[in-house]
C-alpha cells in the first residue's frame, strides 16, 4: 500500500527534472509563439504586458501550484484524485467535476489546438522548400488563405499532426511522452536561441523591443483583462487537469514550490523572448507586423523570405514552433486517457485510439471554420474555431483554476495542504493561504464581474 501511494499505474517521470522538462513542455506552445506575441501588440503592448504578468504572479502561480499538489496526492487520473482527497476529507464527490472539465476541456482544446500545428507543420515545409523567397505581403497573405481555403490541405496536416501525437501518447509515459520529451526540449531551447540571435543579426531587434514593450494604457480596454487573465491560464496549461495528470507521475521527493517557479519563468521568459525574435524578424525587414493571428503566417514568411538565407531559418522558426506544439499537444489527452484506462482497463493504446478519433472528428468542426463552413457563426460572430477557443480560454479555464483554488483553500485542511507543499516558515504559509483563498479567487472573480458589467453597458 505504502508504495501504491507514491506511484502511479500509468509510470512515473524518472526524475524530478524530467517533471519539470515535461511541465514545461506542455506550457511552452502554440500559446506563447503564436497567440501572446499578438494579443500583446493588439492590447497595449506593455501596459497588457503588465495585467498579464500580474494575472500569472496573483493567479497561475498558485492555482498553478493547487493543481500539481492535487495530482501528486492522489496519483491518478484528475478525475480520480480529486474525488480521491475529496473522499478522505469527507467531502462531496461532486468535486471531481474539475477533473471532467479537464477531460472534456483538454480533448476540445486539442481538437482546435492541433488544427494550427498542423498549419505550422504545412509551413515547415514550405518555407524550407523556399515557396516564400522574394515573397511580399500580399503574396504571402494570398498562399495563407489559398491554404486554410482548402479543406483538403487543411485536414491532410491537421490529421498528420493528431495521428503522431496520438501514436506518442498511446505508448504510455515513458515510452511515449518521456522520449517525445527528451527529443525535442534541447532542441526547442537551442533554435529559440538561434532565432533570437538572427533577429538581432539582422538589425531589427530595438524596433520589436519598442512594439513590444511600449506602454499604450489607451489600447487596454477592459476586455484586455479578461483576455490576460485566460491567456495566463491558457500558456501555463492550467485550469484544465493537464498539469495535474503529470503531477500524478512526479517523483515523491520532487518539491513541488521549486518546480512551479521554474516551470512559470521558463514559460514566460520563452513567451518574450519569442516575441522579440518574431518582432525583430519583421522588422528587420522593414515591415509593420500585421496584427491578429497572420502575424506568424503572413508576415514572418515574408521577412524570411527576403533576408539572407531565410529559407534555412524560416525552416527551423516553424520547426520549432512545430517542436512546441506537439510537446504541448501530448498532455491535453492525459486527463481523459488515464481516467478511461482507470474506469475500464481497455488497453492505453486502444482508449487512445478511440479519444483520438473522437478529437478529429470534433476537430472538424475548426478545420472547416476557415472554408466549407465559415459563413456558420452561430453566436457573437464567432465561428466554430473561435467559439471552441473562446469557451475553454475564457471560461472553462478560469472556472476551473476557481474551482481549483476553493477546494484547496476552504475544502482542505490547511495543515495538510502545508505539508503536501512543504512549506516550512509560517509567514510563508500566511502567504499561500492568502494567494489562494483570497487573491486568486477574488481576481479571477472580479475579472468576470468586469467582463460582464462591460458586455451589458456596452462600450
Ligand atoms: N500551454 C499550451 C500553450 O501555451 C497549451 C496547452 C497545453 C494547454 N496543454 C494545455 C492549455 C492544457 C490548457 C490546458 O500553447
Redesign the pocket.
Known amino acids: 500500500m505504502a508504495e501504491n501511494q507514491n506511484q502511479s499505474r500509468h509510470g512515473m517521470w524518472s526524475s524530478g527534472a524530467l517533471f519539470v522538462l515535461a511541465a514545461v513542455g506542455?506550457?511552452?506552445?502554440?500559446?506563447?509563439?503564436?497567440?501572446?506575441p499578438y494579443i500583446t501588440g493588439e492590447n497595449g503592448g506593455g501596459a497588457f504586458l503588465l495585467v498579464y504578468l500580474i494575472c500569472i504572479c496573483a493567479i497561475g502561480f498558485p492555482v498553478m501550484m493547487a493543481e500539481i499538489m492535487l495530482g501528486k496526492q492522489g496519483r491518478m487520473s484528475p478525475i480520480n484524485s480529486v474525488l480521491k482527497l475529496a473522499r478522505d476529507n469527507n467531502r462531496s464527490p461532486m468535486w471531481s467535476l474539475i477533473g471532467w472539465a479537464?477531460v472534456v476541456?483538454?480533448i476540445i482544446?486539442l481538437s482546435f489546438?492541433a488544427v494550427v500545428a498542423g498549419w505550422i507543420t504545412y509551413y515547415v515545409y514550405q518555407l524550407f522548400s523556399g515557396a516564400f523567397s522574394g515573397a511580399d505581403s500580399a503574396a504571402t497573405g494570398a498562399a495563407f488563405e489559398e491554404f486554410t481555403g482548402s479543406p483538403g490541405k487543411l485536414l491532410l496536416w491537421f490529421s498528420v499532426f493528431m495521428a503522431v501525437t496520438i501514436f506518442v501518447v498511446a505508448r504510455g509515459v515513458n515510452k511515449g511522452l518521456e522520449i517525445a520529451i527528451r527529443i525535442c526540449m534541447p532542441l526547442i531551447f537551442v533554435l529559440l536561441v538561434v532565432m533570437l540571435i538572427y533577429g538581432i543579426a539582422q538589425g531589427g531587434f530595438w524596433d520589436g523591443f519598442n512594439y513590444m514593450f511600449h506602454v499604450d494604457f489607451s489600447k487596454l480596454k477592459l476586455n484586455g483583462l479578461l483576455v490576460a487573465m485566460g491567456h495566463a491560464?491558457?500558456?501555463?496549461?492550467?485550469?484544465?487537469?493537464?498539469?495535474m495528470a503529470y503531477g500524478a507521475y512526479m517523483p515523491q521527493q520532487e518539491s513541488i514550490k521549486s518546480a512551479v517557479g521554474i516551470i512559470v519563468i521558463v514559460?514566460t521568459v520563452v513567451a518574450l523572448v519569442a516575441g522579440l525574435a518574431i518582432f525583430s524578424i519583421v522588422y528587420a525587414h522593414g515591415m509593420n507586423p500585421s496584427a491578429g493571428p497572420g502575424l506568424l503566417f503572413v508576415s514572418a514568411p515574408v521577412a524570411f523570405g527576403n533576408l539572407p538565407l531565410g529559407s534555412l531559418f524560416g525552416g527551423l522558426f516553424f520547426l520549432f514552433v512545430a517542436f512546441?506544439?506537439f510537446t504541448?499537444?501530448i498532455?491535453?489527452t492525459e486527463p481523459a486517457l488515464a481516467y478511461f484506462v482507470e474506469k475500464t482497463n481497455v488497453k492505453r493504446w486502444k482508449v487512445a485510439f478511440l479519444l483520438g478519433s473522437a478529437t478529429w472528428v470534433l476537430g472538424l468542426g475548426s478545420v472547416f471554420s476557415y472554408n466549407l463552413w465559415e459563413e456558420f457563426q452561430p453566436i457573437f460572430g464567432w465561428t466554430i474555431f473561435d467559439l471552441l477557443d473562446k469557451l475553454?480560454?475564457w471560461f472553462f479555464?478560469p472556472l476551473g483554476g476557481l474551482a481549483i483554488a476553493i477546494f484547496v483553500g476552504y475544502f482542505l485542511p490547511w495543515k495538510k495542504v502545508k505539508e503536501y507543499l512543504e512549506i516550512k516558515s509560517q509567514w510563508a504559509h500566511y502567504v499561500w493561504v492568502a494567494l489562494i483563498c483570497v487573491v486568486a479567487p477574488i481576481s479571477i472573480l472580479v475579472v468576470f464581474a468586469l467582463t460582464i458589467v462591460q458586455h451589458f453597458l456596452g462600450q
Not at 506542455?26 to 501572446?36: P, Q
Request: glycine share 18%; aromatic share 14%; net charge neutral.
Open positions: 506542455s506550457a511552452v506552445g502554440l500559446g506563447n509563439i503564436w497567440k501572446f479537464g476541456g483538454g482544446i489546438y491560464f491558457f500558456t501555463l496549461s492550467i485550469g484544465m487537469g493537464a498539469i514559460d512546441a506544439a504541448s499537444a498532455s491535453l475553454t480560454t479555464m
